[in-house]
């Protein structure tokens, strides 16, 4: 078996994330969502992904309004 892609998502939106994670594995890719560009800094800085992709309010942290 081929070894799947690893790749980081950055997105908000929970529903979406988990129907991307759900979706890539079937392609080739091991999708991991962080919520927030704080909690993906360090694994992102640590050369763990191929690829990230990056919601369009990649800087929404914790601390932003709903």
Known sequence: ???????ALVDDDQAYAE???????????AVTWFKTWAQAKAP????RFKAVILDAKGQIDENSPT
Request: proline share 5%; glycine share 4%.
């Open 44 to 47: 992102v800085r640590e050369k």
């Open 1 to 7: 078996m081929t070894e799947l892609v690893p790749i």
């Open 19 to 29: 129907a991307q994670v759900a979706t890539a594995v079937k392609h080739g890719f």
